[in-house]
């Protein structure tokens, strides 16, 4: 039987539109291309267009308008709300959030990934997989009354802490808790498959030739996870600046004492002062783009083509 010629299989190639013919041999690699150049048909475009009007409801028009009004009275009353002492302190406090968070979480993560890639069969390794999910599936508002349940003064461990004068909630310490969770699977989730991807084997020739464990770590182990673990760290701090709901039931949402950047957006917008509101919010959609800037030069980095 001829299978130069024999074509029994194609696959839809969203990138080109159109339907490629497989080799039955081999299964692997397009022999030739049927319809590249062909025209969409009245269905197709339909889609296509019904994707934009979505993605501009939902995205592209909303984001505009925040711009829009941002700048609808000129730049002096957005540089003025820079300026503000409300804006700054909420600023900077969600800055040192980030700062501790996103250290925590990548100390974390990392040992986290590397326990649960050398060990397969150590006993509740599919629950602490569990666990690590968890934050994506639980509301950050439940996150929140969790803590507060806790660490408030009717919560397990609030009165004991607060007899030491240790205090959790509504300050600081609760802020950066709520936002450990929330952000806590970034890191872990990104370097997990890396790891298991590239083996041990290159760790322990690491350790047959003399290295010490942290030699094999820092030399060996952290330059194949280091764009994987720069994923992680940049969706981490993305979230960690972004998050709300779990900051603001924790944190009493206190001007110039417990407000971060999201809090004040929303603040200014509840007290009727929309181009404060629209301003710290373009703040906000920078680093967002900035995030998304740094994720797609990550991701051409680790060859991947969408997001995990």
Not at 8 to 23: A, G
Not at 29 to 38: D, E, F, L, T
Not at 118 to 139: A, Y
Request: net charge neutral; hydrophobic share 50%; glycine share 8%.
């Amino acid at each position: 039987m001829n299978f130069q010629n024999l074509t029994i299989f194609q696959k839809w190639n969203p990138l080109h539109w159109s339907w490629e013919v497989w080799d039955p041999r081999f299964w692997i690699k397009p022999v030739r291309s049927q319809g590249a150049n062909s025209k969409l048909t009245l269905g197709e475009i339909s889609l296509v267009f019904g994707v934009l009007i979505l993605v501009s409801l939902i995205l592209f028009i909303p984001a505009i308008n925040i711009f829009v009004g941002a700048f609808a009275d000129g730049w002096e009353p957005f540089v003025a709300t820079l300026r503000s002492r409300e804006f700054l302190h909420a600023a900077g406090l969600t800055l040192q959030i980030a700062l501790v968070v996103v250290p925590l979480n990548v100390v974390f993560g990392i040992i986290t990934a590397w326990a649960l890639a050398r060990h397969h069969h150590f006993p509740g390794r599919t629950l602490l997989l569990s666990l690590i999910d968890l934050p994506f599936s639980i509301s950050p508002v439940v996150a929140g009354l969790m803590l507060v349940l806790l660490y408030g003064r009717q919560g397990w461990f609030g009165p004991t802490l607060e007899s030491w004068g240790i205090r959790i909630m509504f300050a600081f310490p609760a802020m950066a808790i709520a936002t450990a969770f929330v952000s806590m699977p970034f890191v872990a989730r990104e370097v997990l498959p890396v790891l298991e991807e590239i083996g041990r084997e290159q760790e322990e020739a690491a350790k047959t030739l003399g290295a010490n464990d942290w030699q094999t770590f820092w030399r060996v182990t952290l330059p194949s996870i280091r764009y994987s673990l720069l994923y992680g760290i940049v969706l981490t701090n993305a979230r960690a600046m972004g998050e709300f709901g779990a900051v603001a039931v924790v944190s009493g949402n206190l001007i110039g004492r417990t407000q971060s950047l999201p809090l004040y957006v929303e603040e200014m917008h509840n007290q009727y002062q929309t181009q404060s509101s629209y301003s710290a919010a373009v703040v906000l959609a920078c680093l967002a783009a900035i995030t998304l800037i740094a994720k797609a030069f990550l991701e051409r980095k680790t060859g991947r083509v969408g997001g995990h």
